[in-house]
């Protein structure tokens, strides 16, 4: 993702980024040197400065007397201030999706959660296998309370016993 993109909403960006892939030559084998950098941010600006043409023309500061150069630099200097600028009236049109992130939330709690379907290894056992922790750290500290379950009643003193084809079955089940 691009971090400034003006007022477009994820499938806009989207569109730029395949149009980027299918016409600039090799651009789909070297995605690495464009997606996220300053030739996908070139070419959002180039779209915004062809979409507000007109409107980024009529502006005051339009230099009508300026070399066709300076006419065209200023349009895209202003197209990249409305680029970064967002779209303050709407935020919802700028939200973006991290679909990294919320995978590695649901993958964490599903790590630190305490309830019935994480068994023994949901009673604050994470690590403790090792010893203590360096510093005495501990993973639970902080946890949002929504994740313990409250169905988990575990004594320090009995083990729970575990289905392996339950187990198995339930793992399978669940999608990443």
């Known amino acids: 993702m691009v971090p400034y993109t003006g007022d477009w909403d994820v499938v806009e960006q989207a569109q730029v980024s395949n149009w980027f892939a299918n016409k600039v030559p090799g651009a789909s084998a070297a995605k690495h040197l464009w997606i996220s950098r300053a030739p996908l941010a070139h070419a959002i600006t180039l779209v915004i400065a062809h979409r507000h043409h007109t409107a980024l023309s009529k502006n005051a500061n339009h230099p009508v007397a300026g070399s066709q150069e300076d006419q065209e630099r200023f349009i895209l200097e202003q197209a990249w201030a409305h680029q970064c600028k ?59 309370a929504h994740w313990n379950h409250g169905d988990l009643d575990v004594d320090e003193d009995t083990d729970l016993q575990v289905n ?5 079955a339930h793992f399978s089940s669940f999608v990443f």
């Open 86 to 144: 967002g779209n303050s009236h709407n935020p919802a049109a700028v939200l973006t999706v991290d679909v990294d992130r919320e995978c590695l939330q649901d993958f964490e709690e599903r790590l630190f959660e305490r309830s019935l379907d994480a068994g023994i290894a949901g009673s604050y056992q994470w690590g403790l296998d090792c010893g203590d922790h360096q510093q005495r750290w501990d993973p639970y500290f902080g946890l949002p």
């Open 164 to 168: 392996f084809t339950q187990g198995i």
